[in-house]
């Protein structure tokens, strides 16, 4: 029947190309960095990946990954109950705790995967999801795989929070769900707000760390950091792919109770690989070098400052933002294309981002700061923003 | 919260319901590197010991295999360590195409998509190609993945009795005005290790104008004359639409999985598969280990061969012991034990001789079809497989169920 199917394929393939909406991959021979080189031979500079603190590439970590693979082998080819689990995986979990100042860690295979499972073991139908507007796909997956009854807010706007969790008061058990950085604009959750409105409508709450574990927060601890709330919220869920290194891996951590029932019940943790140890023992070696050194995360904050000041001040649109992530606006999809390509005519590696990612009319370039960039980096990137931009009309010459 | 004593109370009541039934899960540490021979810690604190492992999905004993080390040090040497960035962003390598490229031949297919796991490329696939017009019909006993996949799509969605091909096509008849029919099954079972009938199910959807969908995680790598996988043992290379399978089992046992298949699958998964768009790239290192062991599988069907040499010695030798075990034609060989206290307490006097092997019991399989699963590989050397075949029947004859029929068995134990 492949025959009648290909054709429909095709078809909306086909559209998707018309629409301009086909993503293509460029592809990358060098390991990640600020300075990167394509296939096409051509040296780039990198400003869009998830490498907040330049670690995806850090000799201290492969080290510490080798020295896994001499020890503790290459893969585990099971699951974590069944013969998946070595010392190095529990040591992790318990640095992640550490870390994070919470009670207990579960790792999983991605986050993605930490949110695909943490809902469903935890919350029935009596219950209530209380999610934020903007938060990530892979939370909402989550939530689809649950049966609670599910409240929205408006991103990040604690009146309608406040609505919902009144809305949301006949449930038994409630849990506001929220991305500490939100990932398309770079703003942050008033996560103090959430937690005071949670102990007023007696609810949990539980936060997605994904960019913002390494990046928000005086040492990189994330939102619960840097509002001084550390320890007070019940679930965070966390990454190891993106400042942590970057490799693969996931987590949810927080309450005892939880996580010891996660592990009892939650799907892509029972069925699904364990990280490999090399993967684990390059995450304890990054939680150590984070808990001595403040020395990337203060990069990483002056960086941040740095190219959002000069950007601001050359006339550029950006979104109000607290984290390494900033949105320049555009608004216009096929705009937003052609800067990118432009500026990576130039030497800069940006995606331009377009519905459905972000809202329609809102198209933009989300640029992404890291520790890795030197201010020469910084300076060319502004530098080649600076001269599209007055080429493209969105400056004043 | 507000975690109050209400929230905490309530989950530590559910937990402590799971260990009256007896089936909490308990982790064991392993301080060496996946093998035959392993060091675990059991219980946590114990003194570590050396045991022999006969339940990892370490099939072809490459998990640790020097070469594919080597490789994964050279990965992590040319490539770095991690990309930080899903696949479209910045974080496709040369190699993540070679691999793709790679698995495509190796499968016979037309083109490979990779995911962080299978677990995503199950979750991922149905949703990115199929609608509410459409309808999956799906093996009864498909893995957790596929499930949670096909919860995912908002296709119509119906079953058929395990392996049960007159229910199929029932089925497909039942479902005759549907616009896609996608007829799902797993290569070989996981709980049972008997194959999917791919050639009937292959004969059904020709007839029926459906497609097939196969999970092929416990078989690709090593069933079928060259290891294709349950393709090639039903000699329908070419024939199955989608192959979704892992790299975290026998082919090196890290991470990733992937979709391989009909060209414009492969092309919508990669603009709309959600776990493909919204997590992670795999790492350089997993990548180059892979690679490796598509190297070693190339080359040679040696590993394969002993494999099943190994699974048909251990068979053979369970069945003449008097064990009751589940037909099949895999390195899947679940010891029938029906009682799920017996199969724990088994699995503990069997890590007291030095040997690894899980009980697994309801709800993973059906309720009084309690077993110990053990998993063959092609790192067995004939002196394990001795050794763990002596200590399953001195185990076997401590709880005198040597011999005994089903009948016996639960009339002693209970179901």
Redesign the interface.
């Known amino acids: 029947?492949?025959t009648?199917?290909?054709d429909?394929?095709?078809n909306?393939?086909k559209e998707?190309e018309e629409a301009g909406?086909?993503?293509?991959?460029?592809?990358?021979?060098?390991?990640?960095?600020a300075e990167?080189e394509l296939?096409t031979g051509r040296k780039v500079l990198?400003f869009?990946?998830?490498?907040?603190l330049g670690?995806?590439?850090?000799p201290d970590?492969?080290e510490a990954?080798?020295r896994a693979?001499?020890?503790?082998?290459?893969?585990?080819?099971?699951v974590?109950?069944?013969?998946g689990?070595?010392?190095l995986?529990?040591k992790l979990e318990k640095k992640i705790a550490g870390f994070f100042n919470t009670e207990d860690t579960i790792l999983y295979?991605?986050?993605?995967?930490a949110n695909?499972g943490v809902f469903e073991p935890?919350l029935t139908s009596e219950d209530a999801i209380i999610s934020d507007a903007l938060n990530?796909?892979?939370i909402i997956?989550g939530v689809?795989?649950c049966k609670a009854q599910r409240y929205r807010y408006e991103n990040a706007d604690m009146e309608d929070l406040e609505t919902q969790l009144q809305l949301a008061q006949e449930q038994k058990?409630?849990l506001i769900v929220t991305d500490g950085v939100f990932s398309m604009d770079g703003n942050v959750a008033p996560l103090k707000k959430i937690v005071e409105l949670?102990?007023l409508?007696?609810?949990?709450?539980m936060v997605d760390e994904s960019h913002s574990a390494g990046v928000v927060g005086e040492t990189g601890r994330g939102v619960t950091e840097l509002y001084d709330i550390m320890g007070q919220v019940?679930i965070i869920t966390g990454?190891?792919?993106?400042?942590f290194?970057?490799?693969?891996g996931g987590f949810t951590t927080g309450?005892k109770?939880?996580i010891?029932?996660l592990?009892?019940r939650s799907?892509?943790y029972?069925?699904?690989?364990s990280?490999?140890?090399?993967?684990a023992a390059?995450g304890i070696k990054l939680v150590d070098m984070m808990t001595k050194t403040n020395t990337l995360q203060d990069k990483l904050h002056r960086n941040s400052e740095y190219f959002i000041s000069r950007m601001t001040s050359l006339g550029f649109d950006i979104k109000p933002t607290k984290s390494a992530i900033c949105a320049v606006m555009l608004y216009d999809a096929r705009l937003s294309q052609e800067f990118a390509a432009k500026l990576l005519d130039e030497g800069i590696?940006v995606?331009g981002f377009y519905y459905p990612v972000v809202p329609k009319g809102q198209a933009r370039i989300r640029v992404q700061l890291s520790a890795a960039h030197e201010t020469e980096h910084l300076d060319k990137a502004i530098g080649a923003f600076g001269k599209i931009g007055k080429e493209l009309g969105i400056l004043k010459k | 919260?507000?975690?109050?004593n209400k929230?905490?109370d309530?989950?530590?009541h559910?937990?402590s319901e799971?260990q009256n039934a007896g089936i909490?899960?308990?982790?064991?540490?392993?301080?060496?590197?996946?093998?035959a021979d392993?060091e675990v810690?059991f219980p946590s604190g114990a003194s570590v010991r050396k045991v022999i492992?006969m339940?990892?999905?370490?099939?072809l004993g490459?998990?640790?295999?020097p070469e594919?080390?080597k490789a994964?040090?050279e990965g992590?040497?040319?490539?770095?360590?991690?990309?930080?960035?899903v696949?479209?962003?910045?974080?496709?390598?040369?190699i993540h195409?070679e691999l793709e490229n790679r698995v495509t031949e190796f499968l016979g297919t037309e083109d490979t998509i990779l995911f962080?796991?299978?677990?995503?490329a199950n979750?991922g696939v149905f949703e990115a190609?199929l609608t509410s017009e459409d309808i999956m019909i799906s093996d009864r006993l498909v893995?957790?993945?596929i499930i949670?996949g096909m919860?995912?799509c908002s296709a119509q969605h119906d079953t058929f009795k395990h392996s049960n091909m007159e229910h199929l096509e029932e089925k497909l008849q039942l479902h005759a005005d549907k616009r896609?029919?996608l007829v799902i099954t797993d290569g070989v079972f996981s709980m049972d290790g008997d194959l999917a009938k791919l050639d009937e199910m292959v004969q059904l959807?020709e007839k029926y104008?459906?497609?097939i969908l196969v999970d092929d995680s416990h078989s690709s790598g090593f069933i079928g004359r060259t290891g294709r996988g349950t393709h090639e043992y039903f000699n329908a290379i070419g024939k199955i639409?989608i192959i979704t399978t892992?790299?975290?089992?026998?082919l090196?046992?890290?991470?990733g999985g992937c979709v391989s298949g009909?060209k414009?699958?492969v092309?919508?998964c990669?603009?709309r598969a959600?776990?493909y768009?919204?997590?992670?790239t795999?790492?350089?290192?997993?990548i180059a280990?892979v690679l490796k062991v598509f190297d070693i599988l190339s080359s040679s069907t040696e590993r394969r061969d002993k494999l099943e040499i190994n699974a048909a010695w251990w068979r053979k030798g369970l069945t003449e012991a008097g064990f009751i075990i589940k037909e099949g034609n895999s390195p899947i060989i679940p010891v029938m034990l029906f009682n799920a206290k017996l199969s724990q307490d088994f699995s503990k006097d069997l890590y007291n001789e030095g040997i690894?092997a899980?009980g697994f019991f309801f709800p993973v399989v059906p309720n009084g079809q309690a077993r110990i699963r053990t998993q063959i590989s092609a790192g067995h050397e004939t002196h394990h497989l001795e050794k763990a075949l002596n200590a399953f029947i001195k185990v076997g004859k401590k709880y005198e169920i040597l011999g005994l029929t089903k009948e016996q068995i639960t009339a002693k134990y209970g179901m």
């Open positions: 029947m492949y009648a199917f290909k429909h394929l095709a909306q393939l998707i909406l086909f993503k293509n991959e460029r592809v990358i021979i060098s390991p990640q960095g990167i296939d990198n869009c990946s998830n490498n907040y670690l995806s590439n850090n970590l492969i990954a080798k693979l001499d020890d503790h082998g290459y893969g585990m080819s099971s974590r109950f069944i013969c689990t070595t010392d995986h529990k295979a991605a986050c993605f995967d695909g935890l990530h796909a892979s997956d689809r795989l058990f409630r949670a102990n409508y007696n609810a949990m709450v019940e990454t190891l792919g993106k400042a290194g970057g490799a693969i309450r109770e939880i010891e029932f592990r009892q799907r892509p029972l069925f699904s690989n990280i490999p140890p090399l993967v390059a590696y995606i | 919260m507000s975690y109050s929230v905490k309530f989950y530590r559910q937990l799971i909490y899960k308990e982790e064991r540490f392993i301080h060496s590197s996946q093998a392993i810690e492992n339940c990892s999905n370490n099939y490459l998990s640790s295999h594919v080390l994964a040090h992590l040497e040319k490539r770095g360590y991690g990309m930080s960035s696949r479209f962003i910045c974080g496709t390598q040369d195409r962080p796991s299978c677990m995503d979750a190609i893995h957790a993945s949670d919860r995912l896609i029919k959807c104008d459906a497609m639409d892992t790299f975290g089992k026998a090196g046992g890290a991470s009909r414009e699958i092309q919508m990669r603009q959600r776990p768009l919204f997590s992670n795999i790492s350089p290192v997993i280990g690894y899980i």
